[in-house]
Each structure stands twice: as structure tokens, then as C-alpha cells.
């Protein structure tokens, strides 16, 4: 594995909300995001002791939003519980970043990118859900403001293990490597704590 040296990275969770991620109403994608909840969480403690930023984006709908003229329904409405962050996730108010965002990406509207360049973050790790829309939009939203991205295999979810996985395919091998790449948690920690 091929290490970042001098990176400040953030960590960026994705769309890991309640409306998503509700064990007694399940989406097709809560099996798969629970699973992402462990590694999600280590990420999590290692960056707080290392100090880098940990932005928890989240989306925050309205119910005649654009994107519901289509099949999507309305969910994740800006100011319901729907919308909090999921239980089991470490979020730590008075430490963590919590961004709604209006779209897809952590990006989108939100002033993300100057928050992030303000703290010298150069690189952002994301993970959440799904792989191939909100974690994905951000990611390919990062790059465009200058950030080197990792995608967090282990950390993300889509509606289909399938899913979830041709969509990283795409990005293992990719001409912008290493500004991209693909890693698991585990090669994650590894990356940002050599020295």
C-alpha cells in the first residue's frame, strides 16, 4: 500500500441517517449500512485522537424538493428525526462537524470545501451511503476542490453488495490515481499513520 505522507485528512460520513438506516422500517441499503457502522466508528476514534476533522454530512430535504417529482419519495426532511444521524454512530457534538446538505454532495451549497481549506485538510476519507450517489458526489466533489479522496470500501453501502462494488471497481484502477483511490479502513489507518 502506497502511503500518503504529510496528508491532514477529514474524515467525511455520509448521508448515515435515521430514515436510512431504521432496523424496524429496513431499505434494501440498512443491512449493508449497518455493516459499515464498526469501521466507520474506528475511523472515527482515530482521527478525534490524531485530530482531524470528523464532518458527519447528512441530508436535509424539503418534501417539494426537485429531486421527488421523480421516483425517489420523500425522506430525510430537513428538521424530522428522519434526518438526524443514525444511532450507533460515534457523533460527538462538540467535536464533530454536522452539515446538512440540500443534495447529494457534502459539497452542494454547504461551504464544505472552505471549512476544509481553512483547516489545511488536504486529503478527505469517505464513506457512507450510497456508494453510488452521495458518498460518489462527494468524492468526485473533492477532487474538484483540490482534495485528494480516498473511498472507504469497508465504510460505504449501496442498495446491492453488487452495487456498491461495480461502483468501486470503477475507481481501483483510474487514471487520477493516487489523487483517488479506493482503500479499506484497515488500509486507511495503515496510510495516515506512517510516518
Known amino acids: 500500500m502506497e502511503h500518503l505522507a504529510k496528508e491532514k485528512p477529514a474524515l467525511l460520513i455520509i448521508d448515515m441517517v435515521k430514515d436510512n438506516m431504521n432496523p424496524d ?18 475511523l472515527i476514534q482515530m482521527f478525534r485522537k490524531e485530530g482531524w476533522p470528523v464532518v458527519f454530512s447528512t441530508d436535509a430535504f424539503h418534501e417539494d424538493d426537485f429531486i421527488f417529482t421523480a421516483r425517489m419519495k420523500p425522506h430525510s426532511l430537513a428538521g424530522t428525526r428522519g434526518a438526524e444521524i443514525a444511532d450507533g454512530l460515534d457523533y460527538q457534538p462538540e467535536t464533530d462537524i454536522w452539515l446538512p446538505k440540500p443534495r447529494f454532495s457534502a459539497f452542494f451549497d ?18 457512507g451511503i450510497s456508494t453510488n450517489f452521495c458518498v460518489l458526489a ?35 484502477r483510474n487514471p487520477l490515481f493516487p489523487l483517488l483511490r479506493v482503500a479499506s479502513s484497515r488500509e486507511m489507518a495503515e496510510i495516515l499513520s506512517w510516518e
Open 110 to 127: 454547504t461551504g464544505l470545501e472552505k471549512t476544509l481549506h481553512q483547516q489545511g485538510v488536504t486529503l478527505c476519507a469517505v464513506g
Open 138 to 172: 462527494t468524492a468526485l466533489d473533492a477532487l474538484c476542490y483540490d482534495f485528494k479522496v480516498v473511498l472507504l470500501e469497508d465504510c460505504a453501502a449501496a442498495f446491492t453488495e453488487r452495487m456498491h462494488e461495480d461502483t468501486l471497481s470503477l475507481y481501483r
Open 25 to 42: 422500517h429496513p431499505l434494501p441499503i440498512t443491512p449493508f449500512a449497518l455493516k459499515a457502522i464498526p469501521p466507520i466508528n474506528g
